[in-house]
Nanobody, 127 residues
Framework: QVQLVESGGGSVQGGGSLRLSCAAS????????MGWFRQAPGKEREGVAA????????YFADSVKGRFTISQDNSKNTLYLQMGSLKPEDTAMYYC????????????????????WGQGTQVTVSS
């Protein structure tokens, strides 16, 4: 049984930083593709960043390029999202997700390509 557990969310002032973690069990982070998504109230879930084992470009939403990085520690089976220069518009519930297979670059930011999801961690950025 796959379980993804996010942590690291919280409240921060604009310009600040947070690091989200996603601990995976039942799914090796080195296996296929994992990503971070977010959903703000009244908005659709959007892809933030995603990476796939074996290469290919890392996906980043245009709105976070240059501010967020995604990484994984396969020895800890954990995915990370380092968020910097945070803005109020980054406020959302952030979800970790894992795909059942390898994804092409144009698939990596699409939430319907992922089947395993965590419960989410809230990030709130104040101005």
């Amino acid at each position: 049984q796959v379980q993804l557990v996010e942590s690291g969310g919280g409240s921060v002032q604009g310009g600040g930083s947070l690091r989200l973690s996603c601990a995976a069990s039942g799914y090796a982070t080195s296996r296929y593709c994992m990503g971070w998504f977010r959903q703000a109230p009244g908005k659709e879930r959007e892809g933030v960043a995603a990476l796939c084992t074996g290469g290919g470009r890392t996906y980043f939403a245009d709105s976070v390029k240059g501010r967020f990085t995604i990484s994984q520690d396969n020895s800890k089976n954990t995915l990370y999202l380092q968020m910097g220069s945070l803005k109020p518009e980054d406020t959302a519930m952030y979800y970790c997700a894992a795909a059942p297979g390898w994804l092409a670059f144009n698939q990596r930011g699409r939430h319907n390509e992922y089947v395993y999801w965590g419960q989410g961690t809230q990030v709130t950025v104040s101005s």
